[in-house]
């Protein structure tokens, strides 16, 4: 089946620095990129939807200046959390999809978690 | 517009149990049903899914049927393990762009 990988797996910052998120699909091409995010025993929020080559659409709620979203190819977007701040600490995942429709299978990445202290 | 309701937990089971985790969702058009399984300190694994009404989706023994007349795709398997103990996720798909709809999860204990 298709992979996709995060990296990092985990990542601790100081507040008020930024981190780089990267997803990339392994073994096929992803028009479309989903960034979510799981607070403790939650379920996922989706954060934002990316196209290769285009801007980001962000859910309502979301920062789009802090979350920054950028999908430069078609096996990788990056989410950038500027100015972390601990309330920003939390499980980060991607998923990618072939087609960009909803109703296609996503593949999800094994996640990042974040601490921001 | 689209939502999904999965059973409240958490869930704690005895070795060998029988599990059921209900999900009913509501939906424009008819949607692909997922369950995903996140094991502690992991992303989302695809457990099994069905894409039209009727259709049962299977794999590690658990199982899951789409049933459109009562909008559920509920998961179950008949004997559960320790190694089963994780949270699920029932998802459907909807028919608008990005519109992912996701169940709030069950967590599932299975104790020796």
């Known amino acids: 089946g298709a992979v996709v990988s995060q990296h990092p797996s985990r990542v601790i910052c100081k507040s008020g620095t930024s981190v780089k998120i990267e997803c990339r699909s392994l073994d096929f091409q992803a028009t479309t990129m989903f960034w979510y995010r799981q607070f403790p025993k939650q379920s996922l929020m989706l954060m934002a939807t990316s196209n290769e080559g285009s801007k980001a659409t962000y859910e309502q709620g979301v920062e789009k200046d802090k979350f920054l979203i950028n999908h430069a190819s078609l096996t990788l977007s990056t989410l950038t959390v500027t100015s972390a701040h601990p309330e920003d600490s939390s499980f980060y995942i991607c998923?990618?999809?072939?087609?960009?429709?909803?109703?296609?299978?996503?593949?999800f990445g094994p996640g990042t978690r974040l601490t921001v202290l | 517009g689209d939502s999904v309701t999965q059973m409240e937990g958490p869930v704690t089971l005895s070795e060998e149990a029988f599990l059921t985790i209900n999900c009913t969702y509501t939906a424009t058009g008819y949607p692909s049903l997922f369950w995903y399984v996140q094991y502690p300190g992991e992303g989302l694994q695809l457990l099994l899914k069905a894409t039209k009404a009727d259709d049962k989706g299977s794999n590690k023994g658990f199982e899951a049927t789409y049933r459109k007349e009562t909008t559920s795709f509920h998961l179950e398997k008949g004997s559960v393990q320790v190694s089963d103990s994780a949270v699920y996720f029932c998802?459907?798909?909807?028919?608008?762009?990005?519109?992912?709809?996701f169940g709030q999860g069950t967590i599932l204990t299975v104790h020796p």
């Open positions: 998923s990618a999809s072939i087609t960009g429709l909803a109703y296609n299978e996503q593949f």
């Open positions: 998802r459907a798909g909807g028919t608008s762009y990005g519109k992912l709809t």
